[in-house]
Nanobody
Framework: QVQLVESGGGLVQPGGSLRLSCAASGFTLDYYAIGWFRQAPGKEREGVSCISNSDGSTYYADSVKGRFTISRDNAKNTVYLQMNSLKPEDTAVYYC??????????????????WGKGTLVTVSS
């Protein structure tokens, strides 16, 4: 059974850092692209970052470029999202997701087939 589990969320002050983890079970992560998405209260789910399975290409939303870094550790079957210089507007539930095939938009939630349950990130003083 394909399963994605996020961890690493929490409360952090503006300007602080967090590292989110997305651990996979039931499948080998290095065969799949993995995306990070977030959803703030009252807002639609949006793409944050994605890392491809083929050549390791990375993609970022404009709002997080230069602050967030996505990486993968295939040996641990885990993808990470390092978040620095956090802002209150980064507050959201963060989800990792994977498409089942190769035809997907890296920052669109609509092409993703497997989802974790999310981890809450709160940026507040």
């Amino acid at each position: 059974q394909v399963q994605l589990v996020e961890s690493g969320g929490g409360l952090v002050q503006p300007g602080g850092s967090l590292r989110l983890s997305c651990a996979a079970s039931g499948f080998t992560l290095d065969y799949y692209a993995i995306g990070w998405f977030r959803q703030a209260p009252g807002k639609e789910r949006e793409g944050v970052s994605c890392i491809s399975n083929s050549d390791g290409s990375t993609y970022y939303a404009d709002s997080v470029k230069g602050r967030f870094t996505i990486s993968r550790d295939n040996a641990k079957n885990t993808v990470y999202l390092q978040m620095n210089s956090l802002k209150p507007e980064d507050t959201a539930v963060y989800y990792c997701a994977a498409p089942s095939g190769g035809d997907y938009d890296p920052l669109s939630p609509y092409g993703m087939d497997y989802w974790g349950k999310g981890t809450l990130v709160t940026v507040s003083s």
